[in-house]
């Protein structure tokens, strides 16, 4: 069964903290592994990862995909406030998408 | 500016009522997709379409039916036999070629009466 698993669940940090999301894959026909980010109900696309151990920056936020382990990291330096939101991974294969639950952040001033 | 439109943002159902929300989408994709979100859990396929007037139920189509006769248009009806349809639902298209990434709708939340 292909399933994608994030971790932790949920994340409360301080404003100017580093932190890092987790996500493992088990995706058959895997093409591709997707970052959204879900601040107020729509979902907008961070990062799409398709080859291994080649880092994707924007800004503060970065991202790579391990596909041997099959495992992906999002790093996100000196968060802000504006940060916070529900991080969402996503696993591709082409027509299908397969998303984890998601790991909340939440940032304190 | 192009873009998939949800509507509306709120709706609700009452027992035994069938409802139908929007999804329209400018960026001429091919492929569109509804999800279901509920809290704590990831977002579940109901149906995607990948070409007009053809359609396949994903991993929770029990209690729903969707249509599509219009590239730009991919509505899902929420039927009286969807006993739990109170969620968020999420419309999604994506580009031609399948590396192609998802663009989101800002979302439909259903509830019940």
């Known amino acids: 069964e292909d399933k994608v698993v994030q971790s932790p669940l949920s994340l409360v940090v301080h404003e100017g903290d580093t932190v890092t999301l987790n996500c493992s894959y088990e995706?058959?026909?895997?093409?591709?592994l997707l970052w959204y980010k879900q601040e107020k109900k729509a979902p907008t696309f961070l990062f799409m990862l398709?080859?291994?151990?080649i880092e994707k920056k924007s800004g503060r936020l970065s991202s790579i995909l391990d596909k041997k382990e099959l495992f992906s990291i999002l790093n996100i330096t000196a968060t802000q406030t504006g940060d916070s939101a529900i991080y969402l991974c996503?696993?591709?294969?082409?027509?299908?998408?397969?998303f984890g639950t998601g790991t909340s952040l939440t940032v304190i001033p | 500016d192009g873009g998939i439109t949800q509507s509306p943002k709120y709706l609700f159902r009452k027992e035994g009522q069938n409802v139908t929300l929007s999804c329209e989408q400018n960026l001429n994709h091919d492929a569109m997709y509804w999800y279901r979100q509920d809290p704590g859990q990831g977002l579940r396929l109901i149906y995607y379409s990948q070409i007009v007037n053809d359609f396949q139920k994903g991993d929770i189509a029990e209690g729903y039916s969707v249509s599509r006769e219009k590239k730009e248009s991919f509505p899902l009806t929420v039927t009286s036999a969807q006993k739990n349809p109170t969620a968020f639902y999420l419309c999604?298209?994506?580009?031609?070629?399948?590396?192609?990434?998802?663009?989101f709708g800002s979302g439909t939340q259903l509830s019940v009466l």
């Open positions: 398709t080859s291994s151990g």
């Open positions: 999604a298209s994506r580009g031609r070629g399948p590396g192609e990434k998802l663009f």
């Open positions: 996503v696993g591709n294969t082409g027509n299908q998408f397969y």
């Open positions: 995706v058959t026909n895997f093409r591709s």
